[in-house]
């Protein structure tokens, strides 16, 4: 079964024109929102083979492999976009980023302009950084985040930017809107969900939302938003061990599809099942899935907010003394800074060393087909 990587390969030459755009095409392009085109994206378009180009030109392989230690293979993603006929008149443009630790902010997006002027907003997920991680975590108990803003801010600037066309010999002017897609995996998801849905400016434009693996929202947001008609435009893609993807409330459409490999492994799309232009359907989620969705929620999502908060805290607070500030850092765990968390858990109350003890094994377990991959 191919791969988005096998995709590219096999279909490199063949234009938009002769097979248009399809769900794959979109899913790639929403990959490289993951990327950091500071300094070579901004509010003018560059051609997606050249802005690829200038990214490996700009950034070393072990600061590459450092900060893409969650995906490894989105660099190849980009290596093969440099040389593919059938992106080299894709444009990039819009991109934004912003990483806040005091504000506790981490957020991107770029977009995206097809050669049939189709519009592309797609959100960056949780990256490696533990700060990204922390965030994503508070949307357990915080119905919106410093970084939905941001996704609103954004997609109506973007959409603000729609040329206006003249009819009547100059006489008259209007917008025109082509075919707007909004993507994002994983937070990005959400973000590019809630950023939908919050933009009444622009709801009657936009052609379609597609969440890869995206939690959802709080119940009290759901309730807000349950008359919303944008949700009609919504489909949220899941593989079968789902996790994050079934993480908080739903009501937008899902779709489940095959996938290979196993727990948190399975989020990454490069591990997503293809079939020549779309995903490989599955009748619906597996046991694994369900039992860990069942195990996540006893362990965290039913506790109260203030419980949820004061347990988030509390493992962050840890890796802080840890000095760990990104996924990476779990590898270069020394004899003594696992012993600095010895003495942590000796200051914690019976239900705290519980919790973190839980989670840990949590960790371990879903992490482990994640942490032979790094191996190789």
Known sequence: ME???NYIHLRKDIPFSFRPLNW???LILNELSYVDWNTIVGQEPIRLPEACKKYFENHDEDEIERVFSFSK???NLVRDLKSCPRYQDV???HYQEVFDEEKQIQFGAVSFLLPDGTLLISYRGTDSSILGWKENMQMTY???LPCHLLAKDFLEFVLDQVPETSSFFGLVKKKVYPKIYITGHSKGGNLAMYAALKSKKYADVITKVLAFDAPGFLTSFLLKEKENPLWNKITNYKPKDSIIGCLLEHQEKSVILDADESGLLQHD????????????PVDTLSQVSKETHELVDRLLLSKNDEEKKD???LIFSILDRLDIDSVSGFSDLS???VMLGVLELRNMSGDERKFVFDIVSFLGTQTYSWMKTQKK
């Open 311 to 313: 347990y988030i805290d």
């Open 142 to 144: 915080k119905e919106e």
């Open 3 to 5: 791969t988005i990587l």
């Open 335 to 337: 004899l003594k800074k």
């Open 24 to 26: 794959i095409d979109l």
């Open 269 to 280: 799309p490069f591990y997503w099942k293809i079939s020549t232009d779309s995903y490989v």
């Open 73 to 75: 293979k989105i660099p």
């Open 91 to 93: 444009q990039l443009m």
